[in-house]
């Protein structure tokens, strides 16, 4: 596809050559991410960060991206604090806040809502998760993350052994990350939720037209002991029609140090879009797996500031001057791997 200019709705728009090529100018990321070296290359270009659901990752890191290029962030948290409570449409939203910025990022928890907005809007704009539909920049940067922890283990996204746990009925990460994963080939998918969370049709046939894998079960145990990344979610309890409903759920698929090592292979892979649901009824990923070095969550986090990096310099076309435009850094930072 063509980067420059494009909006980012939805993991449908990727081919595999695309989804090798953010992921080569991720990599190339990493020194500034690092703060080894600053770059300016985005300087008096505006971000317009919209935000109608809560955010903490996901907001942040596309703001820090895009300050690490060089940019400026202008950021709209909540609808109280918007036009949109005083009756306005996407549309003269979109009008409006697509000519005060040069990229709009948004999460709106309507289906279909971002790209409703990006129809209207002047600018590129990046989808951030629209309701329980798609999440492409978290699916982005969660196959990254996979790559990244099987290299040098002989294992590659060709031939991955992943479970899917959790909510895949509202959940969106994995709703990305499934389609995502027919680019690729022979993988097998298992996916563990209660049948009443179960993932969408829809998804399940696309990864079956992909010629994947694809077990369906509620059972956590027999689920993990055959695959390369275990990628738990929290029960979407804002989705869900009560409080009361979403309490049912909660707490069903829980993973231990000792679950772990009892059923895991070696080395298998944890991961979570975060945040966990660390409540004690809850408990996804009990705080007893923080030192296990195959816990990946924080890798995780750190890999979405080098994918949305990764995008900004590719929707606004500047990859070839991101190096031109670098300075050195003079601050103390400490320079922890990504
Ligand atoms: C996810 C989301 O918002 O869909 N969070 C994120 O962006 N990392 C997952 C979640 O909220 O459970």
Request: with cysteine.
């Amino acid at each position: 596809m063509e980067f420059a200019g494009a909006h980012i709705l939805s993991v449908e728009q990727f081919e595999r050559s695309d989804i090798e090529r953010i992921f080569d100018v991720a990599d190339t990321m990493g020194p500034y991410a690092l703060r080894e070296k600053a770059t300016r290359v985005l300087e008096g270009a505006i971000l317009g960060n919209m935000f109608f659901e809560p955010s903490t990752r996901t907001r942040v890191s596309f703001g820090c991206a895009f300050n690490l290029l060089g940019g400026e962030v202008r950021e709209t948290t909540g609808f109280k604090s918007s036009a949109i409570a005083k009756g306005e449409s996407l549309y003269d939203t979109a009008r409006v806040l697509s000519g005060y910025s040069d990229v709009i990022c948004m999460r709106h928890p309507a289906e279909g809502s971002v790209a409703e907005f990006a129809a209207a809007s002047r600018v590129p704009v990046i989808n951030g998760g629209d309701g329980a539909n798609e999440h492409p920049s978290q699916a982005l940067l969660d196959l990254y993350t996979i790559r990244k922890e099987l290299r040098g283990r002989n294992r590659g996204l060709d031939g991955l052994r992943i479970a899917m746990i959790g909510d895949l009925k509202y959940g969106r990460t994995v709703h990305s990350l499934c389609r995502l994963l027919c680019l690729f080939n022979n993988v097998h998918i298992t996916l563990v939720s209660p049948a009443e969370l179960a993932m969408p049709e829809f998804y399940v046939e696309l990864a079956r037209q992909a010629g994947h894998k694809v077990t369906i079960s509620s059972e956590l145990t027999a689920s993990i002991s055959n695959v390369d990344i275990v990628y738990s979610t929290r029960i979407q309890e804002e989705r869900f029609p009560t409080k009361e409903e979403a309490d049912l759920y909660r707490g069903r698929f829980r993973l231990n140090q000792a679950i772990y090592t009892k059923f895991c292979e070696p080395n298998t892979v944890i991961m979570h879009p975060l945040p966990r649901d660390s409540r004690s009824d809850a408990n996804e990923l009990d705080n007893d797996l923080n030192q296990n070095p195959n816990l990946a969550i924080f890798r995780q986090a750190d890999n979405g500031l080098l994918v949305r990096m990764a995008l900004f310099a590719m929707v606004l076309d500047v990859v070839h001057l991101v190096d031109q435009y670098a300075r050195p850094v003079h601050w103390f930072h400490r320079r922890d791997k990504i």
